[in-house]
């Protein structure tokens, strides 16, 4: 059960759920008036953050190339 809650699947969900988050929260932000840049910017680079470390994992567990 606990290897479980460490698995790269289980991680790869919760990386996608913290980025559709910082979205709603980007999008939240950006309605507002004035608009706060630099934590607009400093949200904007954490969601970056989180699809780079959605990318290497998505390519981890699904190699295009064969090993």
């Known amino acids: ?5 460490h698995s ?6 919760e990386l996608r759920m913290a980025h559709a988050e910082l979205d709603a929260a ?4 950006a309605d507002t008036s004035p ?3 630099l934590m607009l910017r400093r ?3 954490r969601r970056l953050v ?5 990318a290497r994992l998505e390519l ?3 190699p295009k190339e064969p090993a």
């Open 35 to 37: 608009v706060d840049e």
């Open 26 to 29: 980007i999008d939240r932000l």
């Open 8 to 13: 790269p699947g289980r991680q790869l969900i």
């Open 60 to 62: 981890a567990l699904d």
């Open 50 to 54: 989180l699809r780079d470390q959605v």
């Open 43 to 45: 949200l904007k680079k």
């Open 1 to 5: 059960m606990d290897a479980n809650l």
